[in-house]
């Protein structure tokens, strides 16, 4: 059966020429009305009302209808029936949550509570590289910072779905599960305490099988050398088979592998191609080293700065080492740029130690800003055998660290020279840094280089040159005949902040031909000598 709408104000009509519905008031009903889209006149009678359908409880079928009382009772109380007929049991009333949208706190809440798990998650996964947030954070601190969040979020989001609790539970309890589960698989570098304990449990410890009194080839068994020996295998047909050497790494966690990787590679002149890494039981590492450029010897010396050398196997051609992890670890970053700090030299003098170049580098940027009040002769010593480390590359620092630090010319001319020859030789570019060492050193073995870049770029060497004094005046006098333009400029200011009275020849006759710029700079230069001489 059709029936008006339930609200008799306002009818519901339809135009019965376009088909466009408005709604107009009851008092129109019988009356003639214009459309506003075709401008169609017609009576507004029963023929043009829309009309809705009614249905009865029980016709529609939809499961959430049955939230919904059938029946207010006026006081909540069972509606009673007569004897005579059987009583109906009503639905429950309904809880407002089932009802009501949900509200902008409780969105709000779910966001949040979601969010912190992944956010800390993501954390946990990446944060623990060298230079992240959690870089150096103990088990501990990771697995509580995961449970702190598992809870907090679990709250939240029971908190936001109040229809759906035990749905809430059971998702919060399974992203807690995989939070807290990924501090034991995904291990960031150990802080300061755990590797100092895991030191002290390694020296405490008995023996592991009873290496140290078992032959090499019971060793050779327990480490598993079969990549060694297919290295070696592949490497004899290129008759380099004796260069392969094989690093027995033990105590190594995996976040200071890559780093003692690279190292390794780096100070012995490994192939980096054919080099690898093989994991063994007890957090132990093989380490295959293919085409070395050191012996056997030599590389059980090299690989002492990060561990203790253990034993030479020469027979299986292996070095055998228990890694120190705490070396990996750096101090305190306040203690390390705070010069003020009482811990501040040692601590940086302890960086320069590291197999890190990074790290290196930051602590000889440091100490040259530094006054060098203690350890001066350690510093100093350390920073002139990085002059010609492999890998370093931080010249201009490192040369500027030297200047402030180093007090005996002997010990660090001779090592800037070298690394002034090499560098020339490979053709590098030369930082002007090392070569204010060598002059403020009074080096006077670097002057044909010396000599070679100014008459490259006058410009740009000429006050760096100078700082060598007297001795460069042979160089500049052999050149001066064959000067000219700017460098014959520059080589007569220059033989007048250093030349001495046998200079004065050749100044005079150059100054036959040449402008009057040149001769007022002649005379200036002239004067300066014969000042000079006269004290």
């Not at 639905?91 to 407002?96: F, I, L, Q, S, Y």
Request: charged share 25%; glycine share 8%; proline share 6%.
């Amino acid at each position: 059966m059709d029936s008006l709408p339930h609200d008799d104000s306002l009818l519901p009509i339809r135009c019965p020429q376009c088909g466009q519905r408005f709604k107009v008031d009851a008092e129109l009903m019988g009356r003639t009305v214009e459309c506003g889209s075709c401008e169609h006149r017609f009576k507004i009678e029963d023929g043009v009302i829309v009309h809705g359908r009614k249905f009865y409880p029980g016709e529609k079928k939809q499961s959430s209808l049955d939230v919904f009382q059938r029946v207010q009772a006026p006081d909540g109380a069972p509606v009673k029936a007569p004897s005579s007929v059987l009583s109906v049991i009503y639905g429950k009333k309904p809880d407002p949550a089932w009802i009501e949208p949900m509200s902008p706190q409780r969105l709000l809440a779910g966001l949040a509570g979601g969010g912190l798990i992944v956010i800390i998650g993501l954390l946990l996964l990446f944060g623990g590289e060298r230079g992240g947030p959690l870089d150096g954070m103990g088990l501990d601190k990771r697995l509580m910072m995961a449970g702190f969040a598992t809870l907090l979020g679990g709250i939240l989001l029971v908190y936001a779905n109040p229809k759906a609790r035990l749905k809430a539970i059971f998702v919060s309890l399974l992203m807690g599960g995989v939070l807290i589960g990924l501090p034991f698989f995904v291990k960031g570098l150990p802080s300061a305490h755990e590797a100092k304990v895991a030191a002290d449990e390694y020296e405490n410890a008995p023996s592991r099988g009873g290496i140290d009194d078992e032959d090499e080839k019971a060793v050779a068994q327990m480490i598993g050398l079969a990549p060694l020996e297919k290295e070696k295998a592949r490497l004899a047909g290129l008759g380099k088979a004796s260069s392969v050497i094989g690093l027995w790494l033990r105590n190594l966690p995996a976040s200071n592998s890559y780093l003692i990787k690279e190292y390794v590679i780096r100070v012995t002149g490994a192939d980096k191609m054919n080099s690898a890494l093989f994991p063994r039981d007890s957090g132990d590492f093989l380490m295959v080293l293919s085409d070395v450029k050191v012996s056997l010897s030599e590389a059980a010396r090299l690989v002492a700065p990060f561990g203790q050398v253990e034993a030479v196997h020469q027979e299986i051609g292996v070095v055998q080492i228990h890694v120190d992890n705490e070396k990996f670890v750096a101090g305190a970053e306040d203690k390390l740029i705070n010069s003020k700090d009482p811990a501040f030299y040692e601590l940086n003098k302890r960086e320069l130690e590291s197999i890190d170049l990074l790290r290196i580098e930051r602590a000889v940027q440091r100490l040259g800003a530094a006054e060098p009040k203690v350890y001066r002769p350690d510093v100093t010593r350390r920073l002139i055998s990085l002059l010609n480390q492999d890998g370093v590359t931080f010249y201009p620092e490192l040369c500027r660290a030297l200047m402030v630090w180093s007090e005996v010319p002997e010990e660090v001319g001779p090592e800037a020279l070298k690394t002034l020859e090499r560098l020339d030789s490979e053709a590098k570019v030369i930082p002007l840094e090392l070569v204010q060492l060598l002059a403020k050193n009074k080096v006077t073995q670097a002057i044909p280089i010396i000599h070679r870049l100014w008459l490259h770029d006058a410009t740009h060497w000429e006050s760096t040159y100078a700082e060598m004094g007297p001795s460069i005046e042979p160089a500049l006098l052999a050149e001066y005949p064959d000067t000219e333009g700017f460098i014959r400029y520059s080589a007569t200011r220059l033989l007048g902040q250093v030349g001495t009275p046998a200079a004065i020849p050749q100044l005079d006759a150059a100054k036959k031909g040449a402008n009057r710029e040149l001769q007022i700079l002649i005379d200036n230069s002239i004067q300066r000598i014969k000042e000079r001489a006269a004290r």
